[in-house]
């Protein structure tokens, strides 16, 4: 019997505020990874699933591949590169640039010894003009033997449909590794804790979010259903961070809660109790027992 079915494993890469998670979310159809313009918002590897007649894609969306500079970022970088060792495809996001910076050539040197077909889409072509997509695209053909090169804007599924198909056109024939109606590994609480990461990382300034985690310290359905209690509590490194979290009068915390509060109901389709709660914990981002604390461990 003829084998038609594929299925595989595609990482999907690149440096910190390139789009990854608004395009993987695009190209899955609902949302499951958190989306900020603030580098370091992906910190594990999320794993979601796309279903199709042809086949099916497990993405993992790694964190952005970068120069690491405390035990945070060693983890991160850890995990971007096992994920690497794992797959069947690599996608390669990139802003249109003709300059190609040291951070891109760190990424293209690490690619170079994986023998692994390798897409690159070129995000963000909204923002440029054209002439500036096909300069980036003649740079990055210099930089690399790439086996596709798709421009794309994945906030505006501007293409995004070619991705897949090229996908499916380097993945091996397989089986199906999930139901028709998986679309993440996930579980709830860990969607749940990034949401209120997410509102977070776009309430707060700059210099924040980056030393945030969030912690569900109770998740309880009510009795008879339709409705849940959730405390969770926001870490954070510096007293006065606390402060500023918390807002005059609590009210930069109630805005993030009713921010959060919202999209958890859509995601798990009731009425959501949600209370915050804010803790310091000093140099958190450097310890290892901490980082475990917080979900943050090392697969071997």
Same mark, same amino acid.
């Given at each position: ?9 595609? %990482? ?6 390139? $789009? ?16 900020? /313009? ?31 500079? /405390?035990?945070?970022? #060693?983890?991160?970088?850890?995990? %971007? ?26 990424? %293209? ?6 023998? =692994?077909?390798v897409i690159l889409v070129i995000n963000k072509t909204d923002m440029v003009k054209r002439e500036e997509i096909a300069e980036s695209i003649a740079a990055y053909g210099k930089l690399f033997p790439f ?23 380097? =993945? ?20 749940? %804790? ?6 977070? =990382? ?44 918390? $807002? ?16 958890? #109901?859509?995601?798990? #389709?009731?009425?959501? /109790? =949600? ?17 475990? /604390? ?7």
């Amino acid at each position: 019997m003829e084998q038609t079915y594929k299925s595989g494993f595609v %990482a999907l890469i690149g440096r910190p505020n390139v $789009g990854k998670s608004t395009l993987m979310n695009r190209l899955i159809g609902q949302k499951i990874a958190i989306t900020s /313009n603030k580098p370091q918002t992906t910190r594990n590897r999320i794993q979601t699933v796309y279903t199709s007649k042809e086949g099916q894609i497990i993405f993992l969306d790694t964190p952005g591949i970068h120069k690491a500079k /405390n035990k945070l970022g #060693e983890y991160m970088m850890h995990v %971007a590169q096992k994920t690497l060792s794992e797959v069947d495809v690599v996608v390669w996001l990139v802003e249109p640039t003709s300059y190609i910076g040291a951070g891109e050539r760190h990424i %293209a040197e690490q690619l170079a010894g994986l023998h =692994l077909p390798v897409i690159l889409v070129i995000n963000k072509t909204d923002m440029v003009k054209r002439e500036e997509i096909a300069e980036s695209i003649a740079a990055y053909g210099k930089l690399f033997p790439f086996d596709e090169i798709i421009p794309t804007s994945a906030i505006r599924g501007q293409n995004t449909e070619t991705i897949l198909t090229c996908i499916f056109k380097y =993945l091996p024939y397989g089986p199906q590794y999930y139901d028709e109606d998986t679309v993440t590994d996930q579980p709830v609480r860990q969607i749940v %804790a990034e949401i209120i990461r997410e509102k977070a =990382l776009h309430a707060l300034n700059d210099e924040i979010p980056h030393g945030i985690a969030v912690v569900i310290d109770r998740m309880k359905e009510r009795q008879g259903g339709g409705f849940y209690d959730i405390d969770a509590t926001i870490i954070c490194e510096r007293d006065s961070h606390k402060g500023i979290i918390i $807002g005059r009068q609590g009210s930069m915390l109630k805005k993030i809660g009713t921010n959060a509060r919202y999209e958890i #109901e859509r995601l798990v #389709e009731c009425q959501v /109790n =949600l209370k915050l709660w804010v803790k310091v914990k000093k140099e958190w981002r450097d310890s290892d027992l901490m980082l475990s /604390n917080f979900g943050y461990q090392k697969q071997d």
